[in-house]
């Protein structure tokens, strides 16, 4: 069973920047995908960075791209969520998922199998 924890969130003022982390355990093999996702109060759970472990491949959603950085260290079993010039439109609780199956890059937040508790981010103006 897979189990994901993750830190780093906090209360920023606008233009700051945060590093979220997700340590992953109790697997055999590492997931194929690692993700973060964000949910605001009212709002649908989005999509904000993958990361397809075998190869290192990242995609970001359109609100984050040229502001937020996945990665990963093989190592110590932890995806990164670096963040900069945050906004306050990206507070949020963000999620840390991950997935074993085949597909990474379009797959629903559905589709994940393994979910963090969250971690709270939130951007002041």
């Known amino acids: 069973q897979v189990q994901l924890v993750e830190s780093g969130g906090g209360s920023v003022q606008a233009g700051g920047s945060l590093r979220l982390s997700c340590a992953a355990s109790g697997y055999t093999y590492s997931p194929r995908c690692m993700a973060w996702f964000r949910q605001a109060p009212g709002k649908e759970r989005e999509g904000v960075a993958r990361?397809?472990?075998?190869?290192?491949?990242?995609y970001y959603g359109d609100s984050v791209k040229g502001r937020f950085t996945i990665s990963q260290d093989n190592a110590k079993n932890t995806v990164y969520l670096q963040m900069n010039s945050l906004k306050p439109e990206d507070s949020a609780m963000y999620y840390c998922a991950a997935r074993n199956a085949i597909g990474c890059a379009r797959v629903s937040w559905t589709e994940f199998s393994y979910w963090g508790q969250g971690t709270q981010v939130t951007v002041s103006s």
């Open positions: 990361i397809y472990t075998r190869d290192g491949s990242t």
